[in-house]
């Protein structure tokens, strides 16, 4: 049985083997153990094995609590029962016996009910701008008993001025006793305290003026590295690290082609043979074309290299000229017999060769001009390069077809010797690297060449979409390995020296994806998400591309990084909240968008929805609706900063009216309204606009940081009321939220309030689903985002075939007691910690599902059953894995 007479902290304790001991020892006796640096009122006991200038040693002497050695453990585990503590307690008089030990006296004053703490009748100010040092302070004091305000209190008289900053005199106006930190440890241990080397010189002290002590850093954060079982959580640290290596090494080999390689490995000779194309170039000459390319396959040995002006004035021929269907597979034949003869990969030579042959012969462009031109005239897009025939003929289609198949192998084939290690050093020396990345743009994966890849791609799948012919989607299916293998390889080539670059990269390809993706329907959207080969481009561009719908329907999302967490939290909050959202009249797209946002150069600028407008009246459209400035105002602007609100309604009565349209700067009208005191407008809006995006930010000051910069106090409360807490967490520029605007703490608290009201208004239950389309499309999204993570982050499941992670009951036991907060402060590998927290969240997964909206679980759409099936199979694999009955092994 669990004894509460004897819980312990330990403090300053760093030796792993002597801390298992003791941790060992307080359970076998049925103590209880509580790790972390933060000193908890609920400790008896503090083990420490001497004077410390910690957080935990300073509240327990002014608790009363027991300071004792390891001696007390050690002995009463050899006993088999708890000792007597006196003998073991910290003495910090031992060489002075005639000086009374000032832990022994402030815990018997405490334990004989003379004081209930070491500052009792303390009414504490503190003021120290540094909110982890101030933190640490309130709690020591708290422990003794005293009264602690860190704004001045209007109930209290304040006895104590605690500060480190010798320049405030706000104690002294008041002709309030003003104390520096240090006064705390001088008040503990009194005259002791000059033989303890990690405080002030006392003679130099004085009670009204600060003086500077060296504890005070040390008693910010307690190093003792506090945790359960430190030795227990290092081995499960190497656990997952192995795991995770095992499982980043299978994915790196599914990039790998060791199939297509061996062909492409010639056997070079010692000595590369002397070949004469002369012969080739009269063929050329005498447009002899399909003879001359059998030459060149009759000459072709490893190492040998035809011209690279006569491959380009082949290649212009297949391009521009009447070619027939065997001479265009004749060139394909021979840029594949080159290739095989000599591959690219460690050979800067033969890299440079390619480059100068893979390019258009007339721009001459380069590879990456070649292959975009090459697209375009399959899609039917400009602009191309330079005029080709048009339109292609068939043959020409299944050339340029054949020609993207012979880039992505080429591309293929680098990539397997970047993974496989037999590049290793010169990967951007390749032809793949050399195309999508300048000398400028190679620390960042969204390069032009990248961007544009992307766009094509997009573009690609809505052309094959609901198309029968072959040839299309296998012109789409090649630009997913394409863009799959550039991401991969970048990846690849950075992992090792940033991760953390890496993963920004992705993010923002995903992010510009996202845009691209914006004003796509549902169906293609089901079309192009599966097309991103990249499980780790595909996982942020779907996250983006939920975050943007819920921004879109006026939902504030936690900007938190990804974690399976987050996806079954706020997100699955968020999908029940958007439950409640009804259809809206017209999705505007950024298209539009930007066209409305350009300046006007007449007196009526084009604005989204004026063509509906015109349909359905004029005689509803405001004058002036049309009219963008120079600065890309609306009319919607213009009203929200004059306050006219009866113009808002008649503009928002307009069939189209995108709500949350922006200026050059990035403005939101909300942003005008709350900056210029607009407080009808801005009630207006919130009361009309469902999907009002109250979290828009523009170099981080968002609607609510505008109306308390201009104390516009009224419109701060319903904004806050509308769109709760979540608006107090959004920060600018300066990291500032808006309540560190705020420099009363009764408006403060007032403000709080009014978030309050709102969390609840958000957290209302939903019975109904309003738009079961819109929730149909949004429950996919997050499926998609959901498995797609689950793979990425090497998240085991009973649907991962042999995986090399063992989940016993005593593992899941462990990954359970596991504190977070800690777990990044003693764990060395952020990949660890990531799946570690995925594993527990997978193994609490009840407590999410439980919360899950009633709309949500109603639904009887097959994509909202389907996602709602998923959790329910994590959350029975999780509560099995606990129980050891499950089949993961």
């Known amino acids: 049985m669990v004894d509460n007479k004897y819980i312990f902290q330990m403090s300053g304790i760093k030796n792993h083997s002597q801390k298992k001991q003791l941790l060992q020892g307080i359970r076998k006796l049925g103590g209880v153990y509580i790790g972390g640096s933060v000193y908890k009122e609920t400790t008896t006991h503090l083990i420490v094995q001497k004077a410390l200038a910690s957080e935990k040693f300073l509240a327990a002497c002014a608790g009363g609590k027991w300071i004792v050695t390891p001696g007390f453990i050690l002995d009463s585990v050899n006993q088999k029962a708890w000792l007597p503590e006196a003998s073991y307690e910290l003495n910090l008089t031992a060489q002075t016996p005639e000086t009374p030990n000032p832990l022994k006296t402030w815990r018997e004053r405490v334990s004989n009910g003379t004081v209930s703490g070491a500052f009792q009748d303390w009414v504490v100010l503190i003021d120290i701008d540094d909110p982890a040092s101030r933190s640490v302070f309130i709690r020591i004091l708290k422990a003794g008993r005293a009264v602690v305000f860190t704004d001045w209190p209007t109930s209290h008289a304040v006895t104590h001025v605690l500060t480190k900053n010798k320049s405030k005199d706000k104690g002294r106006k008041c002709r309030i006793p003003h104390y520096s930190v240090s006064y705390v440890a001088k008040h503990l241990f009194g005259h002791v305290c000059s033989e303890l080397n990690w405080l002030c010189n006392l003679e130099s002290f004085d009670e009204k003026e600060s003086c500077e002590m060296d504890f005070e850093a040390a008693a910010v954060t307690d190093k003792s590295m506090d945790v359960t079982d430190d030795l227990s959580h290092k081995e499960l640290e190497e656990m997952l690290k192995k795991y995770i290596i095992i499982m980043e090494q299978r994915q790196k080999m599914l990039l790998t082609v060791p199939e297509f390689h061996s062909y492409y490995t010639p056997n070079l000779s010692v000595q590369i043979p002397a070949v004469d194309f002369s012969n080739v170039q009269s063929l050329v000459e005498c447009t002899f074309f399909p003879q001359a390319l059998e030459e060149i396959l009759g000459s072709l040995q490893p190492g040998v290299m035809p011209p690279a002006l006569l491959l380009q004035q082949l290649m212009h021929h297949a391009l521009h000229g009447d070619a027939k269907p065997l001479y265009l597979s004749m060139f394909i034949t021979v840029l594949h017999s080159i290739l095989r003869n000599n591959p690219t990969w460690g050979s800067p ?416 239950p939903c019975l109904e689903v309003r738009d079961l389309p819109f929730i149909e499309s949004c429950s996919w999204v997050l499926s998609c985002l959901f498995l797609t993570y689950l793979q990425e982050r090497h998240v085991p499941t009973y649907k991962t075939p042999l995986t090399p992670l063992d989940l016993s009951p005593t593992v899941c036991r462990s990954l359970i007691r596991l504190r977070s907060d800690e777990l990044a402060s003693t764990w060395g590998d952020s990949r660890a910690v990531t799946l570690a927290e995925d594993l527990r969240t997978v193994l609490s997964l009840e407590q999410y599902v439980s919360q899950v909206s009633p709309a949500l679980r109603r639904c009887h759409g097959d994509q909202t059953r389907l996602f709602m099936q998923l959790l329910d199979d994590l959350q029975a694999e999780g509560v099995a894995l606990i129980s050891g009955q499950s089949d993961f092994d």
């Open 349 to 764: 030579g033969h890299t440079k060769y390619f480059l100068q042959i893979l390019q258009c012969p007339e721009c001459k462009g380069g590879l990456w001009s070649l292959l975009e031109t090459s697209v375009r005239v399959c899609l039917g897009s400009k602009p191309t390069c330079h005029s080709l025939p048009s339109p292609p003929s068939t043959e020409l289609f299944r050339l340029h077809c054949n020609l993207q198949e012979f880039f992505l192998r080429l591309f293929q084939l680098e990539l397997h010797a970047a993974s496989s290690g037999r590049s290793r050093g010169r990967s951007r020396a390749s032809v793949l690297y050399s195309t999508f990345w300048n000398m400028w743009e190679k620390s960042t994966l969204t390069s032009r060449a990248v961007q544009q890849l992307s766009k094509l791609l997009i573009k690609t799948v809505v052309w094959a979409f609901n198309s029968t012919q072959e040839w299309r989607l296998g012109m789409s299916v090649t630009l997913q390995e394409t863009l799959c293998v550039v991401v991969e390889f970048w990846a690849q080539e950075h992992s090792p020296l940033n991760s953390s670059l890496v993963e920004k990269g992705f993010k923002d390809l995903a992010e510009h994806m996202a845009i691209l993706c914006q004003d796509l329907h549902c169906d293609v959207l089901k079309e192009l998400i599966p097309a991103i080969r990249s499980a780790r481009l595909r996982m942020f561009t779907v996250d983006a591309i939920y975050r943007n719908i819920c921004c879109s329907r006026g939902l504030i999302l936690s900007s938190e990084p990804l974690c399976l967490l987050k996806i079954v939290s706020t997100y699955l909050k968020a999908l029940g909240n958007l439950c409640d959202r009804g259809p809206v009249q017209t999705l505007k797209g950024q298209t539009d968008r930007l066209e409305m946002n350009q300046p006007s150069t007449s007196s009526a600028a084009h604005v989204p929805g004026s063509e509906a407008v015109k349909d359905s009246g004029r005689e509803t459209v405001p004058r002036g609706y049309h009219r963008v400035n120079a600065a890309g105002e609306t009319l919607l602007h213009r009203a929200c900063k004059k306050n006219q609100v009866e113009t808002l309604l008649c503009i928002l009565s307009v069939p189209g009216t995108d709500v949350n349209i922006k200026d050059h700067a990035g403005w939101t009208p909300l942003h005008e309204a709350c900056n210029h005191g607009s407080t009808e407008c801005v009630q207006a809006l919130l009361q009309h606009c469902p999907n009002l995006q109250l979290g828009s930010q523009v170099q981080g000051v968002s609607p609510l940081h505008d109306a308390l910069l201009n104390q516009h106090m009224r419109i701060a409360k319903m904004l806050l009321q509308r769109g709760g807490s979540p608006l107090l967490k959004l920060r600018d520029s300066e990291g500032q939220t808006p309540l560190d605007l705020v420099s009363f703490e009764a408006l403060r608290e007032e403000l709080l309030r009014c978030a309050e009201e709102g969390d609840k208004a958000l957290a209302a």
